[in-house]
């Protein structure tokens, strides 16, 4: 549900942006942006609870959460951009009776950027690169627990649509954060941003 919410609010948005006298701004420059979503982890419970160092089995994740994040970026021509950006990606849970664990996890990086305009303002576009992120275990399972903290630098990529309408940007899109083989996030964004 919360998924659905975040990717149906630019799309009602966007057609009452358009206009005949709908004029994009230059086709490059320094562009900045913020947006916040949903996010996810794409992996199984006993893989979640490996990679934090949880051990049995007698545990279950929660597994989604809000996410935010913050990007900056510089498009060289239409077709072609790169970004830096930072992503809160939230907390997901592993929960044993009444005990909570939260694995916070926060990610920045670079990404490379390709672009295809589609007329109209709208352009689709795709994105890969690498992020440095950090998941902390805050919380116990039991009191001999002793979670792991984790980090690392690893792929992020993505896709999603963009409209342009004169130097505000609106941008809805996937990405997934591909941090350990027991442990990738996907998130589902809504951004607002500017090109100067």
Avoid at 26 to 54: M, P, R, T
Avoid at 118 to 127: H, T
């Amino acid at each position: 549900m919360k998924k659905k919410i975040w990717l149906v609010i630019p799309m009602t948005i966007s057609p009452l942006l358009l206009a005949p006298t709908a004029q994009a701004a230059n086709a490059d420059g320094l562009y900045l942006g913020i947006g916040g979503g949903y996010g996810e982890v794409a992996s199984s419970d006993s893989e979640i609870g490996k990679f934090a160092g949880a051990s049995g089995e007698s545990y279950h994740v929660d597994d989604d959460d809000s996410v935010y994040k913050a990007f900056v970026g510089y498009e060289y021509n239409p077709y072609f951009a790169t970004e830096a950006f930072y992503a809160d990606l939230g907390k997901p849970n592993l929960i044993r009776g009444g005990n909570v664990v939260d694995l916070k996890s926060k990610a920045y990086g670079l990404s490379l950027v390709g672009k295809l305009p589609v007329g109209a303002g709208f352009e689709l576009f795709a994105k890969a690169g690498m992020a440095r992120w950090e998941t902390e275990a805050r919380g116990e399972l039991s009191a001999t627990s002793d979670l792991d903290d984790n980090d690392g630098i690893d792929p992020v990529y993505g896709a999603g649509v963009q409209y342009r309408y004169q130097h505000l940007l609106l941008r809805t899109e996937y990405e997934r954060y591909d941090f350990d083989s027991n442990f990738k996030v996907d998130t589902y964004t809504a951004s607002v941003g500017w090109q100067f």
